[in-house]
C-alpha cells in the first residue's frame, strides 16, 4: 500500500492556512455597515483562532480530514465491509450503529504505520473535546482521559457497537496534543517538553510557524491489531474470536507514552470489558459529588436491562429463522 503521509499531511496544512484566513478577518458582529462605526477589534484573537480551527477540522460525527482519507481519489486504502470484518457476525440489538449503518472505516498507510480513517475523526474533532474538557490543558488529563473512556462506554463505543476501542483513545490523546500544540502555551502532554507552536501573531494576525506532520502523532498504538479493543460482552468476544482476529499487543510503544501507556493501552489482547470501564463507575469519578449509591445502582440497572433485552431480541430473531425453515421444508 502507498504511504499517505503527504497528502493527509497538505489537507492539513491547507485546512490551517484557511483557518488563519478565517481567523484573521473581523467577526462577523464587527463587519461594518453603511451608517455604523466598527469599533477596533483587537488582532490575534485566540478564541477566534481555535474556533476557526474548529470549524475547519474537528466537524461533528464524520470529520472533515476523516472524509478526505475515505474518498480522496488519489489516496491509496483497502476499503473494509461489515461482512469481511471480524464483527461481521454482531446483530443490530447489540451493535445498532455498526450494524444498522454498515460503516467500517477504510484503512490507509501513513509512514510505517496501518491506521483506520475513523481515527482522523477521533484525533481532531475528540482531540478538541479533551483540549475542552481540560480547559486548554489547564485542568489535569485525567478530566480528558474520564472523558474519553465514558464517551468510549457509551454512545461512541460500547453501548451503541459493542465494542471499546484503546486505539480510538490513543487517538483522542493525540489530538489533545495537536490543539495544545496550535500555541503551545503548555508543555506537550506526553514528552513534557515545550514544541514550537504551530502558530504565532506577527503585526496583529495569525500566521503559521510550524509546518504539521502526521509523523509526529500516528505510531502502533493507534492500530487496533495491536491495540486491540474489548467488547461489551463474552458473546460479543466469542463472535470476534471466532473470526480469527489478529491482535499482537507486544508491538505497542510502552517507552514512548511512559506512565500514561497502563491508561490508553490494552495489554491483555481481545477480552471482555471490565468492571472498571462500565459507564456507571467512570461517571462516580467523573462526578463524584452527583452519584449517590442509588444513582449508580440506577444507571447499573438500566445497563443490566438493556442487556437482557438485546439477548431477547437474539432469541426472538432465532426463533424467527427456525420457524421460517420449518414453513420452507412443508409439504
Same mark, same amino acid.
Given at each position: 500500500?502507498?504511504?499517505?503521509?503527504?497528502?493527509?499531511? @497538505?489537507?492539513?496544512?491547507?485546512?490551517?492556512?484557511?483557518?488563519?484566513?478565517?481567523?484573521?478577518?473581523?467577526?462577523?458582529?464587527?463587519?461594518?455597515?453603511?451608517?455604523?462605526?466598527?469599533?477596533?477589534?483587537?488582532?490575534?484573537?485566540?478564541?477566534?483562532?481555535?474556533?476557526?480551527? *474548529?470549524?475547519?477540522?474537528?466537524?461533528?460525527?464524520? +470529520?472533515?480530514?476523516?472524509?478526505?482519507?475515505?474518498?480522496?481519489?488519489?489516496?491509496?486504502?483497502?476499503?473494509?465491509?461489515?461482512?469481511?470484518?471480524? =464483527?461481521?457476525?454482531?446483530?443490530?440489538?447489540?451493535?445498532?450503529?455498526?450494524?444498522?449503518?454498515?460503516?467500517?472505516?477504510?484503512?490507509?498507510? &501513513?509512514?510505517?504505520?496501518?491506521?483506520?480513517?475513523?481515527?482522523?475523526?477521533?484525533?481532531?474533532?475528540? +482531540?478538541?473535546?479533551?483540549?475542552?474538557?481540560?480547559?486548554?490543558?489547564?485542568?489535569?488529563?485525567?478530566?480528558?482521559?474520564?472523558?474519553?473512556?465514558?464517551?468510549?462506554?457509551?454512545?461512541?463505543?460500547?453501548?451503541?457497537?459493542?465494542?471499546?476501542?484503546?486505539? #480510538?483513545?490513543?487517538?483522542?490523546?493525540?489530538?489533545? *496534543?495537536?490543539?495544545?500544540? !496550535?500555541?503551545?502555551? =503548555?508543555? #506537550?502532554?506526553?514528552?513534557? *517538553?515545550?514544541?514550537?507552536?504551530?502558530?504565532?501573531?506577527?503585526?496583529?494576525?495569525?500566521?503559521? @510557524? @510550524?509546518?504539521? #506532520?502526521?509523523?509526529? =502523532?500516528?505510531?502502533?498504538?493507534?492500530?487496533?491489531?495491536?491495540?486491540?479493543?474489548?467488547?461489551?460482552?463474552?458473546?460479543?468476544?466469542?463472535?470476534?474470536?471466532?473470526?480469527?482476529?489478529?491482535?499482537?499487543?507486544?508491538?505497542?510503544?510502552?517507552?514512548?507514552?511512559?506512565?500514561?501507556?497502563?491508561?490508553?493501552?490494552?495489554?491483555?489482547?481481545?477480552? &471482555?470489558?471490565?468492571? =472498571?470501564?462500565?459507564?456507571?463507575? !467512570?461517571?462516580?469519578?467523573?462526578?463524584?459529588?452527583?452519584?449517590?449509591?442509588?444513582?449508580?445502582?440506577?444507571?447499573? +440497572?438500566?445497563?443490566?436491562?438493556?442487556?437482557?433485552?438485546? !439477548? *431477547?431480541?437474539?432469541?426472538?430473531?432465532?426463533?424467527?429463522?427456525? @420457524? +421460517?425453515?420449518?414453513?420452507?421444508?412443508?409439504?
Amino acid at each position: 500500500m502507498a504511504d499517505s503521509r503527504s497528502l493527509l499531511n @497538505a489537507e492539513v496544512a491547507q485546512r490551517i492556512d484557511r483557518a488563519l484566513v478565517r481567523a484573521n478577518r473581523n467577526a462577523p458582529h464587527l463587519k461594518p455597515r453603511k451608517v455604523q462605526r466598527v469599533p477596533k477589534q483587537s488582532r490575534c484573537d485566540v478564541d477566534r483562532l481555535y474556533d476557526s480551527f *474548529r470549524v475547519l477540522l474537528a466537524r461533528p460525527i464524520v +470529520g472533515q480530514v476523516e472524509s478526505f482519507a475515505e474518498q480522496h481519489p488519489a489516496l491509496d486504502r483497502i476499503r473494509m465491509t461489515l461482512p469481511d470484518s471480524i =464483527y461481521r457476525d454482531f446483530t443490530w440489538p447489540h451493535s445498532p450503529t455498526l450494524v444498522l449503518s454498515e460503516r467500517v472505516a477504510s484503512v490507509v498507510r &501513513v509512514g510505517e504505520h496501518f491506521v483506520g480513517t475513523d481515527k482522523f475523526g477521533h484525533f481532531f474533532t475528540e +482531540g478538541y473535546s479533551y483540549f475542552r474538557e481540560t480547559e486548554r490543558m489547564t485542568l489535569p488529563l485525567k478530566q480528558a482521559f474520564l472523558f474519553g473512556e465514558w464517551t468510549e462506554s457509551v454512545y461512541f463505543g460500547a453501548e451503541t457497537t459493542g465494542v471499546y476501542s484503546f486505539a #480510538d483513545l490513543v487517538a483522542n490523546f493525540n489530538g489533545l *496534543r495537536f490543539w495544545n500544540r !496550535i500555541l503551545s502555551e =503548555y508543555p #506537550d502532554p506526553l514528552s513534557e *517538553r515545550a514544541l514550537p507552536p504551530y502558530v504565532t501573531c506577527e503585526d496583529e494576525k495569525w500566521v503559521v @510557524a @510550524a509546518k504539521f #506532520d502526521w509523523r509526529e =502523532y500516528i505510531d502502533p498504538a493507534w492500530n487496533e491489531s495491536v491495540n486491540c479493543s474489548m467488547m461489551r460482552t463474552l458473546g460479543l468476544l466469542e463472535k470476534v474470536l471466532n473470526t480469527g482476529p489478529v491482535c499482537n499487543p507486544m508491538l505497542l510503544p510502552w517507552q514512548r507514552y511512559g506512565e500514561l501507556a497502563p491508561v490508553l493501552f490494552n495489554q491483555h489482547g481481545l477480552a &471482555v470489558l471490565p468492571d =472498571y470501564l462500565q459507564p456507571e463507575v !467512570i461517571l462516580t469519578q467523573r462526578h463524584p459529588e452527583l452519584m449517590t449509591e442509588s444513582r449508580i445502582s440506577w444507571i447499573k +440497572g438500566v445497563r443490566e436491562w438493556l442487556e437482557k433485552w438485546r !439477548i *431477547r431480541q437474539d432469541v426472538k430473531r432465532e426463533q424467527r429463522a427456525v @420457524a +421460517g425453515d420449518r414453513q420452507g421444508v412443508a409439504p
